[in-house]
């Protein structure tokens, strides 16, 4: 593929640095612990690692509340390491994504400091400022995604500030162009590094309503979470005037330009909107905006074949030009292999299926680390909860804490599964320990071993990593499409479910079988009957 097209079809494993690997004995993962395990990523037959937030901060937000864009956080290292990280990396062929948080900083970061102290500074219209209402409530209605308004007053101002997520985290006030050129100031110093791209965290709450109109009333009945609980008023409004404004198209092209001056980067844009798949076509649309775009909508509870179709066909009917990216699982949500199991309990063969069938979508892939070894989501006792979005919402929603904890990677060091020789800032879970990479490598019919597999076998079917899509009407719980590219067109098949599928494909004419069905199915005749959790691939006419 040509260099400028290299994330098409490409897998992105995400690396939550954190939880990834102690090197320093202090139990949080760092850099070099990402050096340290370079081979096994490599191994995976993955194309890029998105890694999260490692920048300054004061971490109430665990890195997404960022001091200093231009900086490595102690916790995780120095600038020295990510160079490291970055040449390491390289010389194996893997591209390297990091997080940019654009739309806030840390109420630390410089800028707010300046801004906060009075009306008339340099940096005084740097932030959303807004006077109260004659009776001191809030400029608006608007809701903050971590519970409660999203204003907070300050008084060396007599004003309040915007804060769409937590209120250490103040909006920037895009409508001010030289904020707009700071923040592009800031992207553009990884890029000289040698970075290949960017995950863009919410990219589309840059820009909010100048008027600061008050978002209107959602009924009960159309109230749903996407990456936050059904029962937080945030769910409560339409989000039509605090996030996914008109404005923000002009900066996507601004991102756009600049990464065109670095040939072959790209820039993969986290979109929750109102209509998110809307949205993610919008963003990605005319070639001239993000490269991709990727939402929480296949992050949910729902695991039916119909709405997968439905979620999946819906983008495709929208997004005629851009290019998608699907995921799972990340660091937000409950780990897929619980979310979508029968009662929590993980199942082997559904992992594997769960990972051929994502990646056999059109489209990029993210795997969120932990994912290729099926791991569900840990227990985490409240008095060990880090998260403070769930230590607020506990017991109804615990938080993010349970996808969070540490990577286990072998079994023969006490608690810690090889993560740190120390106690983690999460504790480590039982069941992972049960589940650790070097387990999992001596098996040849581990997850991990299934990962390995698919990812070869997918990397040499251009037909997936580029091909169109096109879904074939089927009962619960199965879940078909075709693949067509340059003239060839291969059917994919999938049972979501424990128990034996059957499937009438009389009007498919077979030419061949691939070499990953022979623990799936059969075929007789016209009838394709799939085990629990079986795929099937073959090659049509």
Sequence with gaps: MAQQQWYKGAVIYQVYPRSFQDTNGDGIGDLKGIISRIDYIKSLGVDAIWISP??????????????????????????????????????????????????????????????????TNDRSDWYVWADAKPDGTQPNNWLSIFGGPAWQWEPRRGQYYLHNFFTEQPDLNFHNPDVRQAVL?????????GVDGFRLDAINFCYHDAQLRDNPAKPPEKRQGRGFSEDNPYAFQYHHYNNTQPE????????????????????????????SLATMAEYTAGGDKLHMGYS??????????????????????????????????????????????NNGEVNSEQCKMLTALLASLR?????????????????????????????????????????????????????????SATKPWLPVDENHKRQTVSKQDSDSDSILNAFRHFMTWRKQQAILLEGDIEFINTPEPLLAFYRRFAGETMLCVFNLAQEPAS????????????????????????????????????AVS
């Design 248 to 275: 923000n198209i002009s900066f996507m092209q601004d991102i756009r330009t600049l990464l065109d001056k670095y040939p072959g980067t790209v820039s993969l844009g986290e979109i929750s909107s109102e209509d």
């Design 503 to 538: 499937l009438n494909i009389e009007h498919t004419d077979i030419v061949q079988h691939t070499e990953l069905n022979h623990h799936n199915g059969s075929l007789e005749k016209q009838t394709l009957t799939l085990l629990g959790f079986g795929c099937f691939y073959a």
């Design 296 to 341: 929480f909508e296949l992050l949910t509870n729902d695991y039916s074949s119909e709405y997968i179709r439905t979620t999946v066909k819906t983008l495709e009917e929208r997004m005629t030009e851009g290019w998608p990216c699907w995921a799972f699982s990340n660091h937000d949500v409950e780990r897929v292999a619980s979310r979508w199991s």
């Design 185 to 193: 100031d800031n992207v553009e110093f990884w890029l000289k590094k």
């Design 54 to 119: 490692f920048f300054k901060s004061p971490m109430k937000d665990f890195g997404y509340d960022i001091s200093d864009y231009r900086d490595v956080d102690p916790l995780f290292g120095d600038l020295n390491d990510f160079d490291e990280l970055i040449a390491q990396a390289h010389q194996r062929d893997i591209k390297i994504i990091i997080d940019q948080v654009l739309s806030h900083t840390s109420d630390q970061h410089q800028w707010f400091l300046d801004s906060r102290e009075d009306k």
């Design 363 to 419: 489209g990029s892939v993210c795997m969120y680390q932990g994912e290729e070894l099926g791991l569900g989501e840990a227990s985490v006792a409240f008095e060990d909860l880090q998260d403070p979005y769930g230590i607020t919402f506990w017991p109804n929603f615990k938080g993010r804490d349970g996808c969070r904890t540490p990577m286990p990677w072998h079994n023969d060091d006490g608690e810690q599964a090889g993560f």
